[in-house]
């Protein structure tokens, strides 16, 4: 699918926060996608219909900007793009719950991608959410389930474990590196990967697709370990972004971890 | 005028998209310039008129943000400071194309930079625009002149070869790397670096001045690219930085490739 | 202090500007601390409560963010949390200069951290402030002890010699290399450190956390400088970051160039 992607090199409409555009469009041109990001509510149906998906992801919220991504989500809608959202910091507050809430009650969200605590919040299970960056003790395999059939989407649950499920066919991902959380918006650049695996795949194959994407992300983020060792997170994380352009399709299914679940 | 630049320190003032903001005072930090941004309507008009000269790239547009770019830009203008534009996506959305416009009539831009796709946009021309990564198949040398003389402007078309031309005295640059596309951020870094060289020259030289900060920035990545080879796109984005401060001016004559057509 | 503060991991709620928004928060995960960005007002308050520490820079100022910068401020203070503010190019435009007073006369403001130009601009000091690289040939000295005692806050003045005050006790730091300056948000991302110490230190050591705070960034910075010699900006502006995360209390302590003075 990855030299598919390159060949294809999808439109990705990104309205994601203003921590990691740089990273995310980074991280997707090297991938091979072309990334581009668009906020206003004049533009924003315009350019999602031009696009192969749209990311929304709402780390650094306002009603503004949720009322834009409600336009894009809907134009995205009615062309058939996938709709990918990141709830960066559910839980963390009321207002970025409220927020998913509502995005999630007036867009169809193709995919959803978040931590344990940020998928929790979504269904309102408890679990303790500190700052972006969320933990849960609660079952995480259970938790994307209920998230996939309470949103009719994907989940794509995150953490040393990921678990990518529709409710019905799920698989777990263990390819990655704990310094990725060292890295500022390699959750968030996650979601873009996500996206644009989602843009090149058939509908019908989506969930296979977010997984090979999951561990695309990992196999790369492995090699980048692998390759700048322990010199210092600052050159990891461009080394992720190096090793994201420089994985072949080949490397990438051998070194895979995927594990189909019953 | 690499080492007049230096000298000077000259500051920049950089209306620019929220993507591209730290690659861009990063880049003109390298270079020997001092870069400010500044976004408010309540400063923008101090600012121009404080600095060397102005930056407004539309590449996250917004209406407030437009207006804001007017006052700064009619600022620049009564304190005789050139006004780059860099109209990023237009022709890839309609707003887009009337921001470039609105501001085009409202204030006197001194110098457009964009690729063959935008340029086309913003003068009427058909041409294919794929969100801001615009490509066009007409003659670049009339698209140039023909937004030149349309805005009374000095229009920098980039591309594998870069034309600059105010409508009578026309270069054309072959310097540069193909990986800077790989790159988010180049291209309006080199917007900044253009209103950097034209903060430095007369206003007799401008047009020259352009090709020269081309031609400087073209051959910046070449080096980058002899450096850091085929390491991946976020080293070589990084070696970038280096050797836009690194280069000499001795070595950016020596390594130019500008032609003045007739 | 250093080993407490990445056992404890603290939550630091940067409401930063646009141009170091990612710098910030790489550095801080470095540091071993956990950034947040929150701008909204409806959800600043919330966000600034549950964090060890705020901090409120005024890089890319707006009336609407000053009013939620305002909100955060007073429920951190509410909260008995921290508030760092960094004035960046205060002086520079009066509306800065504005917004910084706004802030200092309805939030407590624990820590003030700028050049001697914007700590000169908060007290009405004469001095030449050029963008917001500003400078100011007043005795640095007295202008921190003047924005300490007029502010009841501890002033951060730094440049070459940093000096640290609460109007009696003050300490001055000799760490750090000029290369910091080529890179934009080496200042902000202080602030950001100066807050992630303040929210491990005792209120009783908050000037003495500061002294260290600096004296840690500016020997990080030499660590990186002596790795990375002259490769260039970018690769020490990463280096950087490395050497925030690489930097033990011990070697912190034997490398620290702090002076007390009566």
Chains 1, 2, 3 share one sequence.
Not at 104 to 123: F, K, P, Y
Not at 177 to 190: A, M, S
């Amino acid at each position: 699918m990855l030299n598919q992607l390159k060949q294809q090199n999808p439109l990705i409409h990104c309205m994601t926060n203003m921590v990691v555009t740089t990273y995310t469009a980074n991280g997707l041109l090297a991938l091979g996608a072309s990334p581009v990001m668009a906020y206003a509510k004049e533009e924003v149906g315009d350019m999602a219909q031009a696009a192969g998906a749209l990311l929304l992801n709402i780390g650094t919220p306002s009603n503004e900007l949720t009322d834009a991504m409600i336009i894009a989500g809907q134009s995205a809608n009615q062309a058939g793009k996938p709709v990918i959202l990141d709830p960066v910091g559910a839980g963390a507050t009321p207002f970025r719950t409220e927020i998913c809430q509502k995005i999630l009650s007036e867009v169809d969200v193709t995919i959803v991608r978040g931590n344990a605590g940020e998928l929790s919040a979504l269904v309102g299970a408890q679990g303790v959410v500190k700052g972006v960056d969320g933990s849960s003790d609660g079952d995480k395999e259970a938790i994307a389930k209920q998230v996939a059939t309470s949103f009719s989407c994907i989940a794509v649950l995150t953490g040393e474990v990921d678990v990518i499920t529709d409710g019905s066919e799920t698989y777990t991902v263990s390819n990655g590196h704990e310094w990725l959380t060292k890295v500022v918006g390699t959750g968030c650049l996650l979601g873009g990967v996500v996206a644009a695996f989602a843009a090149t795949a058939d509908k019908t194959d989506f969930v296979k697709a977010c997984a090979q994407a999951v561990s695309y992300y990992g196999v790369a983020a492995e090699n980048a370990y692998n390759v700048s060792q322990e010199q210092g997170y600052g050159t990891f994380g461009q080394a992720f972004i190096d090793h994201l352009g420089l994985l072949s399709e080949e490397e990438a299914l051998r070194l895979q971890r995927i594990e189909m679940k019953k």
